[in-house]
């Protein structure tokens, strides 16, 4: 055995209470704010990804491709894909087409009140549960066409700023003082949809004063996308532009990157304002204990064994700050909803977050123990022992 | 055959542009068992020699035989093996590690050597009860008094049962009974253990419980005095006149 007893790397510790808390404070500090850009990064990503079905493709109007918002397309194209293109799945006789107007409304919770905010509202069919397998009601029923009725997705009032039990069901919302009673509420956990408001499509067209549709979503069985896709370059005439949906999803997801990354940036800076403190702190630490570290040599203790004890006191604390910071992530953040433009989506305190959480503390206990250890082992031996 | 042999051993420092030379062209033999004071002006030499031969520094010049190995050209991390199996050192200021129980200081230099768990116990145990503190084994230094400190140092420095033992103001920071209790110790180690004792001191009663004191100027040895044995009959020669043996 070459290297000190761990007892003197735990003792250490208790050496300055203070700095042994800076020290922790820090670690907590660079776990919560990783943690979170990881866990909002990743919940991003997933509500984004999961949005999308693999086998489905969306038509929208050429030169909307980006915006699914700004599309308008014929009513008529859901039957006239449906009759020409290949493949498409069907069930019991119902083909798996959904027309859908996609639009950002403002949402009052009176007759005469301001808008409480905007939601994404959908007018859909029934079909749409068959396209959206990720959609799933949870309370109530689905509205009836034509019936100024809504479903109200999970998230929904936190992308509204509103309590979850103003959107119950039995509750009205008021959409330009038209109002429409809540008569469901659906989950579709992960995805962009979780924070809509799902309306029959008549009832929004009527709404936005419009005829046509948004989209029209088909899901393939046998047929392919090129299937989607000759059917688009042979009608000309309807100005259609085809999209797998996981595509869409990827080029929203791609449209959202600078804002993953300032996430991540800023995480990255105050990290590293978090580091310096720490590196500060643990030279403060070391540097008293040149002679100490000299005498160790004298002793016969080589270099490696120094550094090591250090690195053993410096990832202690930062492990403990590492832990209580976890647990912090794991009381305050875990179901936090945070809502975008899309919608919002739910902070979720996996295993993988939580990892990464803590392993960015602990790094932050070895990058930050190396130097100041370096830097304290520079001196030979013989001037470490006449340090004060 | 001399245990400890220095011939023509120089040790020069850079300080801003120029340099220092503690040590210049040193020529010194030691045998096995002597206990030799070294004592001399500030900057003369005394401790850069006492560090050459405890291995905690190299030698710019010259070559450093020790138990006849040339210890000059180790290694830095062979140099910090051969230092554990074979000097124990003895601070001024004691240098106990103060997180650290007297035991757990002792037992510290037997962690860099193959011993059971048991094997180091029965050291330490044997170390403290040879220095009178075998019941203040749980102690931290902080409850220690300075010359406790100072007999849990020299423990430290035995446990590993070295060849040599250097020592650099052993007395220095103790008042009068601490430090004769000290320096009674360091005596029995030489006379009962056959320890060979290097120890700096610019304290001349201290230099007295040597057997043999080097004075230094300058890097160079410039008197040579042998003490009989406590008589206080001390016989002073020039260097040039013999070896100091």
């Known amino acids: 055995m070459r290297n000190l007893p761990f007892e003197y790397a735990a003792r250490n510790l208790g050496r300055s209470p203070l700095r042994l808390m800076i020290s922790v404070v ?79 409304l403002g949402v009052a919770l009176g007759p005469d009140a301001e808008p409480a905010g905007q939601a994404v509202f959908r007018g859909m069919t029934p079909a749409a549960f068959a396209v959206h397998p990720q959609v799933r009601l949870t309370k109530g029923r689905a509205p009836n066409t034509g019936a100024d009725e809504v479903i109200v997705g999970a998230l929904a009032p936190t992308r509204l700023g509103v309590d979850d039990e103003r959107l119950s069901v039995g509750e009205s919302i008021w959409v330009d003082g038209r109002a429409l009673t809540i008569v469901g509420r659906f989950a579709a956990p992960n995805t962009v949809m979780d924070a809509e408001v799902w309306v029959p499509l008549t009832s929004i067209q009527t709404l936005t004063r419009r005829e046509g549709v948004s989209c029209v979503v088909l899901t ?73 570290v000299g005498t160790l040599q004298s002793l016969g203790f080589p270099r490696r064994a120094v550094v090591l004890s250090f690195v053993q006191e410096s990832l202690l604390a930062s492990a403990a700050g590492a832990v209580i910071g976890a647990l912090i992530c794991l009381l305050l953040l875990d179901g936090v909803s945070v809502r975008f433009s899309m919608g919002a989506f739910g902070l979720l305190l996996d295993g993988p977050t939580v990892g990464f959480g803590i392993a960015a503390g602990v790094a932050l206990g070895l990058i930050g123990a190396v130097p100041p250890t370096l830097r304290c082992l520079r001196l030979p031996v013989a001037e470490a022992l006449k340090a004060t | 055959m001399p245990l400890i042999e220095c011939r023509q051993l120089s040790k020069t420092y850079r300080k801003g542009a120029g340099t220092i030379k503690p040590l210049d062209g040193l020529d010194l033999d030691i045998d096995a068992g002597r206990f030799l004071a070294l004592m001399g002006p500030s900057g003369s030499g005394k401790t850069t020699l006492l560090n050459l031969i405890a291995g905690i520094d190299r030698p710019s010049e010259g070559a450093l035989t020790i138990g006849g190995q040339n210890i000059a050209k180790l290694s830095r991390s062979r ?46 145990a044997t170390a403290l009860s040879l220095v009178g503190l075998a019941d203040r084994h749980d102690h931290y230094p902080r409850q220690l008094s300075g010359g406790q400190e100072q007999r849990v140092a020299i423990a430290r420095a035995i446990v590993t049962d070295p060849q040599i033992i250097v020592a650099d103001e052993p007395t220095g920071d103790l008042d009068k009974p601490s ?64 070896a100091a043996r």
């Not at chain 1, 990290?271 to 540097?287: E, R, S």
């Not at chain 2, 004691?94 to 037997?110: D, I, K, Q």
């Not at chain 2, 320096?183 to 056959?194: A, D, G, K, Y």
Request: with cysteine.
């Open chain 1, 26 to 104: 820090g670690s907590v500090l660079v776990v919560v704010l990783a943690t979170s850009a990881f866990a909002f990064v990743r919940a991003m990503d997933r509500s984004l990804t999961g949005s999308a079905s693999e086998d489905n493709v969306i038509l929208l109007g050429a030169g909307s491709e980006e915006s699914i918002e700004r599309s308008e397309i014929s009513a008529s194209v859901a039957s006239q894909a449906q009759a020409s293109v290949f493949g498409i799945r069907s069930e019991a006789g119902k083909a798996f087409v959904s027309p859908e107007v996609h639009a950002a």
């Open chain 2, 179 to 242: 430090a004769h209790a000290v320096m009674e110790l360091l005596c029995r180690l030489n006379s009962e253990l056959n320890k060979t004792l290097i120890m700096v001191t610019h304290d001349a009663a201290t230099a007295e419980y040597a057997d043999q004191t080097l004075h230094l100027d300058k890097g160079r040895l410039v008197e040579h005095s042998v003490q009989a044995a406590f008589s206080g009959e001390t016989a002073t020669t020039r260097p040039e006149e013999g």
């Open chain 1, 220 to 292: 393939l069985d046998e047929g392919e996308f090129a299937d989607v896709d000759l059917f688009v370059k042979s009608r000309v005439d309807l100005e259609l532009a085809a999209i797998p949906e996981a595509d869409y999803y990827d080029q929203l997801n791609a449209f959202y990157r600078p804002v993953k990354m300032m996430v991540w940036i800023t995480a990255v800076l105050i990290g590293i304002g978090g580091l310096l403190g720490g590196l500060n702190t643990m030279y403060a630490a070391f540097a008293s204990r040149v002679r100490e």
């Open chain 2, 79 to 124: 140099l910090a093996a051969w230092r554990a199996d074979h000097v124990g050192y003895v601070f001024q200021l004691y240098n106990l590690v103060p997180v650290l129980t007297a035991y757990e200081n002792v037992e510290l230099p037997l962690l860099l050597h193959k011993l059971t768990r048991r094997e180091r116990h029965e050291r330490v």
